[in-house]
């Protein structure tokens, strides 16, 4: 399946959080000099990483499931369960996006920053509250 936009941002942020990680080390270990802001910049693309990769699992059926009752429930009863998952995650998710938006509206409203970087938090509630819609 071709990736999305959202699929690619995820992948390149992971990408992203192995080579600052690498570098980071790297010249903590050889020059005595480490990379200034990189625990942010990680804890920021993971973010991203997370959010923007949360779609794409429920879309390619890519969660985590237990199939204990599959062994001797029938089929149209697991296909009664799989409707329920559904309808259980989508609530879920509503719930979470509900949830989610006060907070992302006070780190707007308050002008939290990351301490390092100075990255308004705001920023990183686009790709959480993104990705937690477009996986309903």
């Given amino acids: 399946m071709p990736f999305g936009l959202g699929s690619i941002t995820a992948i390149l942020a992971l990408i992203v959080m192995m080579l600052i990680?690498?570098?980071?080390?790297?010249?903590?270990?050889?020059?005595s000099h480490p990379i200034t802001g990189t625990y942010d910049l990680v804890e920021s693309a993971l973010v991203f990483t997370v959010y923007?990769?949360?779609?794409?699992?429920?879309?390619?059926?890519?969660?985590?499931?237990?199939d204990v009752?599959?062994?001797?429930?029938?089929?149209?009863?697991?296909?009664?369960?799989?409707?329920?998952?559904?309808i259980a995650s989508f609530i879920?998710?509503?719930l979470l996006a509900w949830n989610m938006l006060p907070q992302a509206q006070d780190?707007?409203?308050?002008?939290?920053?990351?301490?390092e970087?100075?990255?308004?938090?705001?920023?990183?509630?686009?790709?959480?509250?993104?990705g937690v819609c477009l996986s309903q």
Avoid at 60 to 65: K, P
Avoid at 117 to 130: D, E, R
């Fill in 117 to 130: 970087l100075g990255l308004p938090l705001w920023v990183l509630w686009i790709p959480m509250l993104a």
């Fill in 21 to 31: 990680s690498v570098a980071d080390v790297l010249m903590a270990k050889l020059f």
């Fill in 107 to 115: 780190a707007y409203r308050f002008g939290d920053k990351k301490p």
């Fill in 69 to 86: 009752v599959d062994f001797f429930a029938s089929k149209a009863t697991i296909s009664r369960l799989k409707i329920l998952a559904a």
């Fill in 52 to 66: 923007l990769g949360i779609p794409a699992t429920f879309l390619n059926n890519g969660n985590i499931v237990v």
């Fill in 92 to 94: 879920f998710l509503v």
